[in-house]
């Protein structure tokens, strides 16, 4: 599969999650506090799904030279997630830390295609998602968490979002 099909590809996951948050935020406007955060998480991932976009056309503007991705680059593990809490979130019957939960496992499954894609990109797509996605990630975890705070999500979870962090946090810095 070429570098631009599977940042296409990574793009419409990131379109299906922005707005799979926009139901959440839906979903929880009761709480106006929740509901913007879960808008919040939303925008950050339209902004994720153009920069790919972005990338992709790049890559295929200076298609010579571009290497393929790893071979285990793929949306697959993130499509059998994103199918099932779509069909979850459609039903309505998600609580606050259910769709936390559900928040941080499509995020911990994210940054490691992230990661694997930035070493196939030409410098130009690289310096793009690596400014707009990667320096972002940080910010983007910390608004899950304060999520997680305000849905009653166990600590065990609060651990995995503060590693998770913690990754991003080191991807972030350039080596």
Known sequence: MSVATLLEQFAASERRVLELYRRFAERFAADPETARLWLEM???????????????????????????????????????????????????????????QAALTLEQEELPRIRQILGALPSPARGSVLGGIVQSLPAHYSCLGRLAARGGVPEAARAALAALEEEARRLAIPT
Do not use: K, Y
């Open 42 to 100: 939303s925008n950050v991932e339209a902004a994720h799904f153009a920069i790919l976009q972005l990338a992709a056309d790049m890559v295929r503007m200076g298609r010579a030279g571009t290497p393929e991705p790893e071979p285990s680059a793929s949306p697959a593990p993130t499509e059998g997630s994103l199918a099932a809490l779509e069909g979850r979130a459609a039903g309505g019957a998600l609580t606050a830390a259910e769709a936390v």
